[in-house]
């Protein structure tokens, strides 16, 4: 085979391996997640994530995903001691908050607040278990704090301290709302963070590995993630589904706008998926939290909409696949909770940070530089054109 024909060949197997998003197209061997998109199952270490949601609690589900198992009381009781001793932030962190811009988007606070993080954990011993435990510690710990923090601070206010008293998921809508949140709200909002804990090689896991192959710190890993989160196309449509819902207004016009997207080809944020072609199964357990916590406490209009829509995309769309995801129904409950729908995106980042962490580790376990190649679509060997004649 000559030199030429070998180049062809290559080529003809480059142009048989591309695929734009990489979609379909195995990146990692991974035994974190699982999901099973044609029949719209999740499960997080083998364990399916219904069964989860009603038993398991987020820092648990932490443990089960970082760690590969699902802790002793002790081990448990362990790790909750060191989350809570970690929650606080440095002062300089928070004096840096304090130069941010009240009107920032909170995803960027939490991306500067996470990157800042590795200027006082600088020593990249990512061959000691010590120095992994401690960076899944403060991450999983302080990711919280900076949320509210920032809430707090944009508003003129002081941070709150965080308390020990409280579990993860109270502890963090304590210091959001400068008010301790009644147990089932507490519950709820746990339910959340584990749904949005972990969900395989999505974009911003995907970011996570590929900045955690060059061996860089664990903080700047997850501030890669978190600006990758941030996008709508990602993890930043549950704040555009209420800014929809609130658009459409009443459910006499759901069917134009749903007309309107199909004919102009407009995503309707909150569906579709790339590798779920029925209802993501997390949005499912969204709406049951949802329609359980409005038919107690008072309902909202936007949940009838929601319900109403999902109806007129299914009937228009669900030949193609397209149904709800995981943010349709989550913004709904967040608002409920009294949570910004800024800070919704930030939220998933905090549950997210944990599927992040688990996939840092399993990066570092059998690491090789993520190097992809391309296919050059360019010209070869063009003169260079002095300026004066361009
Ligand atoms: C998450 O990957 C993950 O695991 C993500 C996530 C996680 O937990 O990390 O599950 C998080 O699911 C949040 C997704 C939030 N984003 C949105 O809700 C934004 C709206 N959704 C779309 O942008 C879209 O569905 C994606 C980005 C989620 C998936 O896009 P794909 O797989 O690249 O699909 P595509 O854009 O190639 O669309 C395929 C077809 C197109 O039609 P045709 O050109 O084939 O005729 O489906 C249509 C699209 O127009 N389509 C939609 C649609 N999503 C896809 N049409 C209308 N509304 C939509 N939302």
């Given at each position: 085979m000559t030199a030429g024909d070998s180049a062809t060949l290559q080529n003809d197997m480059q142009d048989a391996c591309f695929r734009p998003g990489l979609?379909?197209?195995?990146?990692v061997q991974s035994n974190i997640g699982h999901v099973d998109g044609q029949n719209g199952r999740l499960e997080y270490r083998g364990i399916p994530i219904e069964e989860l949601a009603d038993k398991s609690t987020f820092l648990e589900t932490c443990y089960l995903l970082i760690w590969g198992k699902l802790p002793t009381q002790s081990e448990l009781d362990a790790f909750k001691f060191e989350v809570n001793n970690h929650r606080r932030l440095k002062y300089r962190i928070r004096d840096m908050m304090k130069c941010f811009p009240a009107n920032g988007h909170p995803m960027d606070a939490l991306q500067s607040c996470a990157a800042a993080l590795g200027l006082f954990y600088s020593r990249r011993a990512l061959d000691d278990p010590e120095y992994i435990r401690a960076a899944v510690v403060r991450l999983l710990a302080k990711m919280p704090t900076m949320v509210a923090t920032f809430n707090l601070m944009r508003k003129g206010h002081d941070w709150v301290m965080p308390r020990d008293d409280l579990g993860y998921a109270g502890n963090f809508l304590y210091m959001l709302n400068e008010k301790e949140p009644s147990a089932e709200a507490a519950h709820i909002f746990d339910v959340c963070l584990i749904l949005h804990a972990e969900h395989t090689i999505n974009a911003s896991t995907f970011s996570a590995r590929v900045t955690a192959s060059t061996l860089t710190d664990p903080y700047g890993v997850i501030a890669s993630a978190v600006g990758t989160l941030a996008g709508p196309l990602h993890g930043g449509a549950n704040e555009e589904v209420l800014e929809m819902l609130e658009h459409i207004g009443t459910a006499d016009r759901v069917a134009a706008y749903v007309d309107d997207c199909v004919t102009n080809r407009k995503k309707i944020m909150g569906f579709g998926h790339r590798v779920y072609k029925v209802k993501d199964p997390r949005a499912v357990i969204l709406q049951k939290l949802a329609k359980e916590m409005f038919e107690k406490q008072g309902g909202t209009p936007h949940y009838e909409l929601a319900l109403k829509l999902e109806t007129a995309v299914e009937e228009r769309l669900g030949h193609k696949g397209i149904y709800p995801n995981v943010d349709f129904y989550s913004g709904l409950v967040y608002q409920h909770l009294g949570i910004p729908s800024d800070l919704f995106t930030p939220i998933f980042a905090m549950a997210r940070v944990a599927g992040w962490l688990a996939h840092w580790k399993e990066q570092l376990g059998e690491n090789r530089i993520f190097r992809p190649t391309q296919i050059y679509t360019g010209e070869h060997g063009l003169p260079y054109e002095e300026i004066a004649k361009r």
């Open positions: 979609e379909g197209i195995p990146a």
